[in-house]
């Protein structure tokens, strides 16, 4: 967690009092799943509509609470740019809105079957999705993911604990007070939605060690958080640890093309975990591709960590900051103006680089050849493979997802951008007309 986790006006609890909380969280949490579970679509869709309308009455309450925080956090001493994380502007406060809307307009997938098939004997089998249950979230700064979750687990039927970072904690209450207000407007356990309402640390290792009360945890934020998650939780876990997403340039290429989308991924913005931080480039178009996205890259500020073969030629451009890379560059998440260069020799290199250095979370190849573009999407492991375009694509909302709560790299269960079909399972159901097994 960051530095304001230890913020001294905040009192920790006692031992057995924390313990207390939190099995009372997690009791209430999973009595109202049950509770959401058989909810009318209707329901969920008037708790969402009845969110939004809340979010947008209450601007300036909302605003109040997280000038609160702000001002700890700057006493504090974080950073700006985490400052600048924990804003809840009218904009954000909007597209929070926004979101909960969308999610109402979307089909609800919550006992459907599919792939019904008569067997040999006569019975029928196939698979409803149905709701996981109950979900914990912990995550960091951006208080507007209290609302993507809340929303996300209204739509999918579950119940969800929340544990935001201390240095948001007015601003997450009182969007959780929202949350449960619009629940019971809509006849649901306002329970269906809680936030730990405590900043001590020690909540987090509670959470995660409930499976009688918890079926899945959700981390999102920093390496340090996932990985201490990853290691310590009792019940399982959907997460990434790195975004290092790779954008490879193949031959042949649309040259025009692959400078416009190489640029788009790298410096649309640096910080998210789908910008591209590492570059592959086939050595049969490097001379002509590199020094075109070099000279943006340099007019970028944007360090240049390269290969010999890749160095030589983009230290002749202009302004460049050109520097050798070192083994760890290639696996390294920048979340900066920092990208790895490397040539290789052509497709079968670059799959095995990606497959090798990458944090199977999304990847990129640029062709105009299908066959290798074909290649690239069966071979490449990650949970987002993409083709001709920019690896900021990968979210859910791009995906048409409506929301997301965030993006797995895990291989079971939910793979890629988390929306509501990632909050759900599937159970066989059978369907017999007395049929007996002989």
Partial sequence: MHAAEGDATIPAMSTTSLDDLM?????????????????????????????????????????????????????????????????????????????????????????EII???????????????VPIGVFGMIYES??????????????SGNACILRGGSEAIDSNRALA??????????????????????TDREAVGHLIAMPQYVDVIIPRGGKGLIERI??????????HLDGNCHTYVDDPCDLDLAVKVTDNAKTQKYSPCNATESLLVARGV?????????????????EMRCCPESKAILATVPGATVVDATEEDWSTEYL????????????????????RYGSHHTDAILTTDHRHAQRFLREVDSSSVMVNTSTRFADGFEYGLGAEIGISTDKFHARGPVGVAGLTS???VVLGEGHIRT
Wanted: aromatic residues 2%; positive net charge; hydrophobic residues 50%.
């Fill in 336 to 355: 900066a103006p920092i990208i790895s260069v490397k040539v290789v020799a052509g497709l079968d290199e670059a799959i095995d680089w990606i497959n």
């Fill in 230 to 239: 990853s290691r310590e939780a009792k019940v399982p876990v959907i997460k």
């Fill in 115 to 129: 792939g019904l098939q008569q067997q040999p004997s006569g019975i029928r089998v196939g698979q409803m999705r």
């Fill in 286 to 302: 490097a001379a002509a591709f590199l020094p075109r996205i070099g000279a943006i890259f340099a007019a970028k500020g944007v």
């Fill in 142 to 155: 951006r208080p507007n993911v209290t609302i993507e979750a809340a929303s996300l687990a209204i739509k």
């Fill in 426 to 428: 599937l159970k066989y």
């Fill in 177 to 198: 007070a929202l949350v449960q207000a619009a629940l019971a407007d809509a006849g649901l356990p306002p329970e269906a939605v809680q936030l730990v309402p405590t």
């Fill in 23 to 111: 099995h009372n969280l997690g009791r209430q949490a999973r009595s109202a799943a049950a509770a959401m579970a058989r909810a009318s679509a209707a329901q969920k869709n008037a708790a969402l509509r009845a969110l939004a309308a809340r979010l947008r009455a209450h601007v300036e309450p909302l605003q109040s609470a997280n000038a609160r925080d702000i001002e700890r956090a700057r006493a504090a001493g974080l950073s700006e740019p985490m400052v600048d994380r924990l804003k809840l502007t009218p904009k954000i406060i909007e597209t929070c809105a926004q979101g909960c809307e969308q999610l109402a307009a979307m089909p609800d997938i919550i006992g």
